[in-house]
């Protein structure tokens, strides 16, 4: 889905939309890439030092002001999350020149009466990760050690499904940053008092 371009005279609201609709082409992708598919996620480790891997994003809604990915209960970044929820996204189309970053808060959602319908609509190839009873980050002695049974025809659907969850982000600001050749654009967004409130700063 191509995203309209913004240039110097554009609107805060423009740079809004344009924001979400990266985000929405991001998490909506289907078969044809999107820039914003993969984002990169910052978390603050146990010891305080900066954690950052990449994430599907999975979902995107500028009605709730979030965006969403998937991972394992198990994984670091949820111990990371449940100690400090504050987390920064940041996704970058490298052909357009355009870096958004998103500041905000996770929720991890574990709960099967919100995680059970987002687990049976996946593919499932993409869930095949949970099934291993090895935690992440967990020393094995060879790669396939940690590997779950692919053609297993008779594997249960369900298995694994208690080692998945959401990760909710509630977004509560953005930089936006747009290396336009006829000029460089940045936008800081805030959400208050229920509406972006946006400003240009220097990029
Ligand atoms: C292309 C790509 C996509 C990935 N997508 C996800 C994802 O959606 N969720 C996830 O938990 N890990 C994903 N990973 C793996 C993470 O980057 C990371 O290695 C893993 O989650 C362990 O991170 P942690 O130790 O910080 O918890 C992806 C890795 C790559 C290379």
Redesign the pocket.
Known sequence: MAVSCVDCNATMDQIVDAVWAHLHAGANAGKERSPFT?LQAA?IALDGAP??????L?RASREQRSVM????VR????A?LRRDPRISLVGCDLDGGVQIRLHGAARIVEAPSETRAVWNASRPRTLIVYRTPIA??TPVVSPAEAHATKHDENVDPSAGFENFCLIEVSVSSIDYLDLNPSGHIRASLVFEEGKWRGAWIAP
């Open positions: 993969m978390t954690a950052v891997r990449t994430v599907v999975r990915f998937h991972t394992d994984s670091t970044k949820v990371e992440p980050a």
